[in-house]
Nanobody, 124 residues
Framework: QVQLVESGGGLVQAGGSLRLSCAAS????????MGWFRQAPGKEREFVAV????????YYADAVKGRFTISRDNTKNTVYLQMNSLKPEDTAVYYC?????????????????WGQGTQVTVSS
């Protein structure tokens, strides 16, 4: 059973940056595609970014493309989400998720493990 713990959320002004981290334990991290999702108040959870098992392939939602970067360090069992040029509409709870797959996956129904989420608030 894989456990995921996110950190790095907080309050930031529009235009600022944050880096989220997600530490994994209890499984073979390098055999999982890792993704980030977010859920804003009153909205459904949505896909943000995903990287494959090695981190050399990534895919982003159009809303964050060019501003967010997903990366991973398999020696530290950690995946990151670097968020730049943040906008108020990026405000949400951000979730880290892992899928037992080597390639990138967008559909949240195919993810097996989820973290508890970390709040990101972007003020205007």
């Amino acid at each position: 059973q894989v456990q995921l713990v996110e950190s790095g959320g907080g309050l930031v002004q529009a235009g600022g940056s944050l880096r989220l981290s997600c530490a994994a334990s209890g499984g073979t991290f390098s055999s999982h595609a890792m993704g980030w999702f977010r859920q804003a108040p009153g909205k459904e959870r949505e896909f943000v970014a995903v990287c494959n098992w090695s981190g050399d392939s990534a895919y982003y939602a159009d809303a964050v493309k060019g501003r967010f970067t997903i990366s991973r360090d398999n020696t530290k069992n950690t995946v990151y989400l670097q968020m730049n040029s943040l906008k108020p509409e990026d405000t949400a709870v951000y979730y880290c998720a892992g899928a037992v797959a080597l390639d990138t996956i967008v559909d949240e129904r195919e993810y097996h493990y989820w973290g508890q989420g970390t709040q990101v608030t972007v003020s205007s």
